[in-house]
């Protein structure tokens, strides 16, 4: 069986400006931003749960800044005329958080997109999603996208107790947040080597820190035998890494998160 974890390549897609509509806490280190406005009219939906858009903060005369941040799309409502973003903040570390933080109503923001490359394959007999708060909107989406009789574990990695969001499952699928506060790059592979392993064929999204990617690698190729087809495995950030620091590096042997040959 050919499971699917990726679409056919992207073709570019416009700039659209919106503004803030409200904003929300969840938990203690992420912010929901719900964007909307006329401009939302311009933004072409995708149907994959990990669509992702890159940011333009704009500055107080209304230029963008010479900075793009990438983000997930945790959700559009059409009927709304909006969409939601949730920023992973740190204080006053960063540029995106801070900002979503400050965020009020009438806030203005540009954005490039979406692009996507996953979401569940329904030939798919059991699904695996795997990561940190970073990939949160992109599996609490996923979920959402599940039949009620999906099967499947969760896996994701917080670094404190208030962190921990509640993540609606279908009855059949399981989650287990795994608090660690010394972010072991082994934390993750750990409760995947942990994982009540079902029959069938898997479909694995695990997306995340750069370096506890990389430690899956040998659990997903290796111990479990995957195919690189079952398997959407990517790293949104670096720890110790700015965002551009982090980019630039995609295009060096650092950067690589491709299965071990």
């Not at 204080?91 to 569940?120: K, Q």
């Not at 659990?219 to 890494?241: D, I, K, T």
Request: charged share 25%; no cysteine; glycine share 8%.
């Amino acid at each position: 069986m050919n499971l699917a974890s990726s679409t056919t390549p992207r073709t570019p897609r416009p700039t659209v400006e919106l503004e803030v509509v409200a904003t929300e806490r969840l938990g203690t280190q992420l912010v929901r931003v719900h964007l909307g406005g006329a401009g939302f009219a311009d933004f072409e939906d995708r149907p994959e749960t990990d669509k992702y858009v890159k940011l333009q903060f704009l500055s107080d005369d209304e230029v963008p800044r010479p900075v793009t941040r990438t983000y997930t799309v945790r959700s559009v409502d059409h009927e709304a005329g909006t969409l939601a973003l949730d920023f992973v903040v740190h204080g006053d570390e960063g540029i995106a958080g801070p900002w979503a933080a400050a965020a009020a109503p009438g806030d203005r923001l540009r954005l490039l997109g979406p692009g996507g490359g996953y979401r569940p394959d329904p030939a798919a007999d059991w699904h695996l999603l795997v990561g940190d708060l970073s990939a949160v909107p992109a599996i609490a989406a996923a979920l959402e996208s599940l039949p009620e009789l999906a099967v499947g574990a969760v896996i994701v990695e917080a670094d404190s107790p208030e962190a921990v969001i509640d993540l609606p499952a279908p009855d059949g699928v399981s989650v287990r947040w795994i608090v660690d506060a010394e972010h072991d790059v082994a934390a993750l592979a750990d409760g995947v080597r942990a994982v009540d392993w079902l029959d069938g064929q898997v479909q694995v999204f695990a997306h995340g820190e750069r370096e506890s990617m990389k430690a899956l690698r040998p659990v997903l190729y290796e111990e479990r035998g995957l195919s690189r087809a079952q398997v959407s495995l990517s790293g949104y950030w670096a720890r110790g890494r700015t965002e551009d620091r982090f980019q630039a590096e995609k295009r060096e042997p650092i950067g690589r998160i491709d299965p071990v040959d």
